[in-house]
C-alpha cells in the first residue's frame, strides 16, 4: 500500500450542528433517602415462626445450661469453701433478683401502653358513636392516667373544671386536647425534630457505610420512646420495640416511607435540591422522613386521636426541623 499524504477536507456542505436541538442532559436520581427506607424495612420485618421457634428454644436451651453451671459452681465452691461458696450464693441470687424486677418493669411498661392503647380505642368508639357518657368515662380515665405527672397538674385542674360545660363527646375530647395534651404534643413534637436534624447532619456529614442506617434506626428508636415517655407510655426495652415495631409496619404498609414531592419543597423549594451534592440531599430526605416516623409514632402513642385542629402537620414540623440546617444558596 503507497504512503503519502493525506488529505482532509474540513469545508463540506452538511449544516453545523445546532445547540438548541441536542438532547438534554438526563437528571441525576434524586436522593430517596435509603438510610430511613433500610431502617424502616428492618424494623418491620416479621420474623418467620420457624425463626421464632428457633431463638425460643435456643434461649431456653442456654438458659438452663447457664442455671445448671451456676448451681454447680455454687455448690462445688460450697463444697471446698463455704464461706466463698455462701458468698457466691448470694451475688447469684441477688441477680436473680435483679432480673426478676426488670422483668416485673418490663411486664408493667407492656401494661401502661396497653392502658394507652385502651384510651384511644375507647376515645374512637366515643366519637364514633357521639356518646357524651363513654367520653365523660374516657376523660375522666385519661386524668387518672395523668395523675402523678405535675407537669400535667394545671391542665388536669382545668378539665376537671370544665367538663360539666361540654355537652357533646367531640367538644369533651376537644377540651381534653386543649388543656391536657396540647403541651405533650409540643414536647413530642420536639423530640421528633431533634431526631430528624440528628439524621440528616449524620448522612450527610459521616461518609462511612451503613452509619447512615444505624443511626436512621437508633435514633428513631429512641425517638419512639421518648414519644411513649412524654404521653405516658413508659415503654420498656420490649416494650420499646413491640412499639418501633408497630409504628413502622404501619409507615412500610402505607407507603408513608416513600419519598415525596411534600418532604423537600418546605425545605429546598423549586429546583434548589439539583444544587445540591448527592451526600446533602440524602441527609435532607432521610431526615423528612425521620419526621414522619415521628409523626407516626406521636399518633400511636398519644391516648387520644388526633383532631383535625391538632393533628401535625408533617410539612410544618419538617420545615421546623430541617430548615437553616444546610443553606440554601
Known sequence: MAKGPVL??????????????????????????????SAARFAARKPSALAR??????????????????????????ARAPILGWGVTGLIAALVLVAL??????????????????????????????????????TTRLIAFYKGRDETKWGRDRLSERMSEQFDASGLLALAEDELLAPLDAAASREVEAAARQVATVTALVPLALADVVTALAASLRMIRRVAEIYGGRAGFLGSWRLTRAVFVHLVA???????????????????????SRRFGEGLVNGALSARVGVAAMEVCRPLPFSDRHKPSVRTMIKRALQGLFSKT
Do not use: Y
Not at 438534554?24 to 430517596?32: G, H, I, T
Not at 408493667?108 to 357518657?133: F, K, N, Q, W
Not at 402505607?254 to 435540591?273: M, N
Open 8 to 37: 482532509i477536507d474540513l469545508e463540506t456542505d452538511e449544516p453545523a450542528a445546532d445547540v438548541a436541538k441536542a438532547p438534554p442532559v438526563p437528571d441525576l436520581v434524586p436522593p430517596q433517602g435509603q438510610a430511613m427506607q
Open 53 to 78: 421457634w428457633f431463638w425460643g428454644l435456643a434461649l431456653a436451651v442456654v438458659g438452663a445450661a447457664i442455671s445448671v453451671a451456676a448451681w454447680d459452681f455454687a455448690t462445688s465452691l460450697i
Open 101 to 138: 424486677i426488670i422483668a416485673i418493669r418490663e411486664l408493667a411498661a407492656i401494661g401502661r401502653l396497653s392502658r394507652v392503647d385502651g384510651l384511644r380505642r375507647a376515645a374512637d368508639e366515643a366519637l364514633a358513636d357521639a356518646d357524651l357518657t363513654k367520653a365523660r368515662e374516657v
Open 254 to 276: 402505607t407507603g408513608a416511607v416513600a419519598v415525596g414531592d411534600d418532604l423537600l419543597e418546605p425545605v429546598l423549594g423549586g429546583s434548589v435540591l439539583s444544587k445540591l
